[in-house]
């Protein structure tokens, strides 16, 4: 088994008296995938925030490549090659694909003034081949709002794409999208993988997809690491099963 890329070791996190996570630990090893389940409020979420920098840890710690992440700042961690992608799309409307794609290169967000002068050819031909590699090459010139959710899910992962990730923490990459679609996703997200060996770290509610996908799987409930193992053994194991039962 390849190295630990990313750690996970006793993280806590409480919302007033809301313990959103409760010394929780994971680690995925470098070239996986692997996914995180678990019920509706089990704590998934607050996890990817934690580990991102987006909110401070109350314990615990989250170590990438071996460096702690845990006092770091988004921006810091992200330039470490740890990125994540939201439940919700967070493209740019108002703007085509590829400015969109543009202004996802790094260094980007801090000139704007950078999308009115022009982009180098070498940005441009890493936004044009991203935009290839999901399927949205029609699409360079459409405006991102007017593009369907699926294809909106699928530019925010060409975004997420344009920083070279070394893993990116997907929150429900197919919830919304449509059956045709997703199978494309999942698709993208396995050659992503492959072909640029982005380690995944994957949320997802549609049993189908993750038992699919994963490598292994961790299990959330009511904020505890409840159950990990290979999907066969996750999809067997009755206390997920409680677990979901019980949040029905
Ligand atoms: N910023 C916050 N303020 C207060 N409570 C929060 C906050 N973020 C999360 N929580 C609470 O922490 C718990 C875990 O929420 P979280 O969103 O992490 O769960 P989740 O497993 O991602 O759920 P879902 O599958 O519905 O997205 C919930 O009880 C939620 O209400």
Same mark, same amino acid.
């Given at each position: 088994?390849?190295?630990?890329?990313?750690?996970?070791?006793?993280?806590?996190?409480?919302?007033?008296?809301?313990?959103?996570?409760?010394?929780?630990?994971?680690?995925?090893?470098?070239?996986?995938?692997?996914?995180?389940?678990?019920?509706?409020?089990?704590?998934?979420?607050?996890?990817?925030?934690?580990?991102?920098?987006?909110?401070?840890?109350?314990?615990?710690?989250?170590?990438?490549?071996?460096?702690?992440?845990?006092?770091?700042?988004?921006?810091?961690?992200?330039?470490?090659?740890?990125?994540?992608?939201?439940?919700?799309?967070?493209?740019?409307?108002?703007?085509? !694909?590829? #400015?969109?794609? /543009?202004?996802? $290169?790094? =260094?980007?967000?801090?000139?704007? *003034? @950078?999308?009115? &002068?022009?982009? %180098?050819?070498?940005?441009?031909?890493?936004?044009?081949?991203?935009?290839?590699?999901?399927?949205?090459?029609?699409?360079?010139?459409?405006?991102?709002?007017?593009?369907?959710?699926?294809?909106?899910?699928?530019?925010?992962?060409?975004?997420?794409?344009?920083?070279?990730?070394?893993?990116?923490?997907?929150?429900?990459?197919?919830?919304?999208?449509?059956?045709?679609?997703?199978?494309?996703?999942?698709?993208?997200?396995?050659?992503?993988?492959?072909?640029?060996?982005?380690?995944?770290?994957?949320?997802?509610?549609?049993?189908?997809?993750?038992?699919?996908?994963?490598?292994?799987?961790? !299990?959330? #409930?009511?904020? /505890?690491?409840? $159950?990990? =193992?290979?999907?066969?053994?996750? *999809? @067997?194991?009755? &206390?997920?099963? %409680?677990?979901?039962?019980?949040?029905?």
């Amino acid at each position: 088994m390849s190295r630990v890329l990313l750690d996970v070791s006793g993280v806590s996190k409480t919302f007033g008296g809301v313990v959103a996570n409760d010394r929780v630990s994971l680690s995925v090893p470098e070239g996986a995938i692997y996914g995180l389940i678990g019920p509706n409020g089990s704590g998934k979420t607050t996890l990817f925030n934690a580990i991102v920098g987006y909110h401070p840890l109350d314990a615990g710690s989250v170590r990438f490549d071996g460096a702690e992440l845990s006092r770091l700042r988004v921006g810091d961690i992200a330039r470490r090659g740890l990125l994540r992608t939201f439940q919700q799309t967070r493209v740019y409307v108002g703007m085509d !694909c590829m #400015a969109n794609m /543009r202004i996802s $290169a790094p =260094g980007a967000r801090a000139g704007l *003034r @950078g999308l009115f &002068r022009g982009f %180098d050819p070498e940005t441009d031909d890493q936004a044009g081949e991203l935009l290839e590699f999901v399927g949205l090459q029609d699409k360079r010139h459409v405006r991102a709002g007017e593009l369907s959710f699926g294809q909106q899910k699928l530019l925010e992962f060409a975004m997420a794409l344009m920083n070279r990730p070394r893993m990116l923490l997907l929150d429900e990459p197919t919830a919304g999208i449509n059956p045709t679609l997703i199978n494309g996703l999942i698709d993208r997200l396995r050659r992503a993988n492959e072909t640029f060996g982005i380690t995944l770290l994957v949320i997802e509610h549609n049993m189908r997809v993750i038992m699919n996908l994963a490598d292994h799987i961790y !299990c959330l #409930a009511h904020g /505890r690491m409840l $159950a990990d =193992g290979p999907p066969e053994a996750i *999809r @067997g194991d009755q &206390r997920v099963i %409680d677990a979901y039962l019980g949040a029905a």
